[in-house]
């Protein structure tokens, strides 16, 4: 069962424009990770934001964590045509018995 | 460093034949883990080794079976094939037990006919 639900599902928007998606989840957890899948590849890391942290950043990306909300969002600052994948949350349940939960991803397309 | 290495990349089997994968971890990464992915289900997790010994497993029926040998080197198995079972199977390592970064291979599509 998915674990974290991403929305929305697709997004498209104009190179140079903030993207946003968000996810959302159903039970406690330790960490919540981001990660991007370029077309039938394999998924690529992003970010990794624990249970007590609010907000983290790398590069372009602005990750934020609501844990009152079981909520997520991903923010990429400036996009580019490369950013253009699908992006998924993925969870690991408290209690780590589970392994990571992914949801089913934002397709995003950045257009030139 | 090498990456996550998956074998084969591509295959396609018929309905009731079985098929085995292999993924080869990053050097000195010892869980690894399996997951499917279709249109329809999104990726779902099938199982999780470390050091040799299954750590947790999905919801997948008992066709799906996996081993991890010593040198971390995982193979998962599928017998008798349904069609549901076309997907891309993805394997990931990390030097840990499960709920750090992982590091995905580049999958093996495998469809059935």
């Known amino acids: 069962s998915q674990q974290g639900e991403e929305d929305p599902q697709a997004l498209s928007i104009q190179e140079g424009e903030n993207a946003t998606m968000n996810c959302s989840y159903k039970?406690?957890?330790?960490?919540l990770q981001w990660y991007r899948q370029n077309s039938g590849r394999g998924l690529v890391h992003l970010i990794l934001?624990?249970?007590?942290?609010r907000e983290k950043h790398s590069g372009r990306l602005r990750v934020t964590l609501d844990t009152s909300k079981k909520s997520s969002s991903l923010l990429i600052t400036a996009s580019r045509a490369a950013d253009t994948a699908s992006y998924f949350c993925a969870t690991e349940p408290g209690g780590g018995a589970d392994g990571l939960t992914f949801g089913k991803g934002t397709h995003l397309i950045i257009q030139p | 460093k090498a990456g996550v290495t998956q074998t084969p990349r591509y295959l396609i089997k018929t309905r009731g034949q079985q098929v085995t994968l292999s993924c080869s971890p990053i050097s000195g990464h010892r869980s690894v883990s399996w997951y499917q992915q279709t249109p329809g289900q999104g990726l779902q997790f099938l199982f999780e080794y470390f050091s040799e010994t299954q750590r947790n497993k999905g919801n997948f029926p008992g066709r799906f079976s996996g081993r991890q040998f010593s040198n971390s080197r995982s193979e998962m198995n599928v017998s008798t094939l349904e069609l549901g079972d076309s997907a891309l199977y993805l394997c990931?390592?990390?030097?840990?037990?499960?709920?750090?970064?992982?590091?995905f291979g580049e999958g093996s599509r495998l469809t059935v006919l």
């Open positions: 990931a390592s990390s030097w840990g037990a499960s709920g750090g970064e992982l590091f």
């Open positions: 934001i624990r249970s007590n942290e």
């Open positions: 039970t406690s957890i330790n960490n």
